[in-house]
């Protein structure tokens, strides 16, 4: 009997290990794909220059680009970037719109012949708004390096920091070398770069009240009678130029230079949308009859309308998709899986004829599974909505439904990860071949106590038998 307890112990041992084995839960992966960025260019649109652009700036959407990202010189449209920095100074408290400024000598530095002037002399004294209207309305050259004197303590400075802000919007292809846009071969920009500028710039209120106004009066001076400066883009006010007036418009700078061409950064708003075109190197050609025709204001306003036209604000997704994926779930004996669903809603501007059913979904979840309990809302991946390359956004994907967790899988889980772990294995391990080890030693041990014969005394009554008999 004793050998057969033995052999039955040492049967148990793998049986005993076999325990320490769990089974894995199935498990589902997903499939992630990458997305890339790229600006669309609408097929079947021409502008008459030599760069333009159209995007939406809201959602930062690019809608018509044409050698968007072409080197062109920027001319008078640079000045969006000096009134930028000299309100940014104001939103920081080291300037204020009715501080005055005195006018300093340099106000002439780097504006040659034929510049575009408002007659602000060295030693007159203007206020910052003065100055800001001056420079936008008029496109006044001075009052640009009198800004920059105010903002930084000196024009070299100033255009220091121009590049400096121009890099950090994101303006990779600019570079500047004065405050107003006059012509200089080492100024220069693209028509997406002066979008970025334009965006930035209109996200301050007083910029866009300047912007959009046909005319200012400038108070008297020190040195100068009360003046009324009138706006130069054709869009908004026809005492210069007529016959281009654009109901929507409410934006943003001329510019023009011999070398530059004709350009104008235009802004417009209708029906609650709003739009920023960009026109560089127009021409104005005359027809037979001496008639001549503005083309950057003629394009921009055909580029604008064009756009409010053809394209609108579309949902792309939102919470309702719950056809996207799901996800296991363990520790729960209500479901086996759940649904996830988007958070939130992305919107985009298409074209009117473009069909949402046709963007790719791109999703992927945090995990194979997800152990309860589980909260609605809770986030367990991603999505991200792309067409032809163009990424539109992503949203969190969350779980449709709370899910509980019950206590009893729970604890048995618990339990069959502890003797999962391998170190824990280890110890059961040695544990049961330390007993084995003891119970083959006890076993072997008793059977050579009890297998030799013993040398024995037989005892009867009193008497003594056995040993040696002594003599007599």
Known sequence: MKKYRLVSFFLCIPLLAGLLVLPAAAAGSAD???????????????????????????????????????????????????????????????????????VSNDVFTGIGEGGSTVDIKPGEQLTVRDLLNCALIPSANEACNALAVAVSGSIAAFVEQMNQRAAEIGMAETHFANTHGYHDDDHYTTAYDVYLMCREAMDHAEFR?????????????NLHEQRVVRDTNALISNYRITGYLYEYANGIKTGSTPEAGYCLAASASKNGKNLISVVLGAENPKDAAGNTSRLQFSESARLLEWGFNNFSQQTILDD??????????????????????????????????????????DWSLIAESVEAPVEEGQVLGSITVSYKGTEYGTLDLVANTSVSRSEWLYRLDRIQKFFGQLWVRIVIAAVLVLIAVLVLRRVLFR??????????YAYSGSRYTGGRRRKR
Do not use: C
């Not at 968007?68 to 000299?86: G, Q």
């Not at 985009?348 to 046709?358: F, G, S, W």
């Not at 009890?450 to 040398?455: A, T, V, W």
């Open 32 to 102: 992630p794909t990458a997305t890339a960025e790229a600006s669309g260019i609408v097929a079947g649109m021409h502008i008459e220059a030599r760069a333009a652009l159209l995007a939406d700036p809201d959602t930062d959407e690019v809608l018509y680009a044409q050698n968007a990202h072409e080197r062109m010189y920027p001319a008078s449209i640079t000045k969006v970037m000096t009134a930028l920095l000299a309100l940014e100074a104001v939103d920081r408290g080291d300037l204020s719109m009715d501080q005055v400024i005195t």
């Open 209 to 221: 009240t300047i912007v959009s106004s046909k005319n200012y009066t400038v108070p008297a001076t």
């Open 320 to 361: 309702t998709a719950l056809n996207i994926a799901e996800i296991p779930v363990t520790l729960s004996d209500q479901v086996n899986s759940l649904v996830v669903r988007p958070e939130g809603t992305l919107t985009a501007t298409l074209p009117n004829d473009m069909d949402v059913k046709d963007f790719d979904w």
């Open 447 to 456: 059977g050579q106590r009890g297998g030799g014969r013993r040398r024995g």
